[in-house]
């Protein structure tokens, strides 16, 4: 059966990176496989290998590491059909889920319960025409997107997407981050000012901890 295991790349304990709960202890289920190739990418180990693991075993490994927070995160997990039922059992369990996926998988069928970090893909990644607009429709107010800029013209493409698109109702669930060693985030802040924008600027703190090579942590 298809939902009853899944491709695990690793599955660790340390804080959380990103989004509005950057810097809180989390367990990481990171699963292998995914189907776009952002010209920035930071996660291509996790494209193939892995190990097949029964779901069970999955949900036991990541609810021992004791972690309020649980994100399960890849490559893309939604991929895999076992990522649907592991959310729900996440959330029975009483942790905090979160899911970091990339903007073209549906999440339609995601729990409600679960905190959806979705991308949506900026053309400097190359990959902006995979967007799943009508993921859109699906995005409550526990969700947030998160925007990745490698230059100014992913930062004007983002400010019209948030107007035309009316994502303001998205408040501090708007996530603006820069290509690491592409655009200095200085000056994404000060375009943010500039433009009044209503968006968190957000750093990879593992980055800053453990510099930008670092897997596992
Ligand atoms: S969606 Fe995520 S894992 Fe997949 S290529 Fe883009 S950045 Fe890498």
């Known amino acids: ?48 290998g892995g190990q097949r693991l029964a779901r069970r075993d999955v949900l036991a490994r990541a609810i021992a590491l004791d972690t309020p927070l649980v994100e399960l995160t890849g490559g893309e997990p939604l991929l895999q059909p076992a990522a649907i039922p592991l959310l729900r059992e996440l959330c029975d369990a009483g942790r905090t889920v979160l899911l970091e996926t990339s903007g073209e998988a549906d999440v339609s069928r995601v729990d409600p319960r679960v905190h959806k970090i979705m991308d949506l893909k900026a053309p400097g990644s190359r990959e902006h025409h995979r967007n799943r607009w009508s993921n859109l429709a699906h995005l409550g ?10 230059d100014r013209a992913d930062y004007e493409w983002m400010r019209a997407t948030i107007h035309h698109r009316g994502l303001d109702r998205l408040g501090p669930g ?25 968006v968190r600027v957000q750093v990879q703190l593992h980055k800053i901890i453990w510099g930008s090579k670092a897997q596992g942590v």
């Open 1 to 48: 059966m298809k939902e009853d295991s899944l491709v695990v790349h690793e599955i660790y304990a340390s804080v959380q990176g990103e989004s509005s709960f950057a810097g809180l202890r989390c367990a990481f289920v990171r699963l292998t496989g995914c189907n776009l190739r952002c010209a920035w990418c930071d996660t291509e180990q996790a494209f193939h």
């Open 174 to 198: 708007l996530l603006a981050s820069t290509v690491w060693g592409a655009l200095d985030p200085k000056d994404l802040v000060a375009w943010v000012i500039e433009d009044r924008l209503g």
């Open 141 to 150: 107010p526990g969700d947030e997107i998160k925007f990745v800029l490698a």
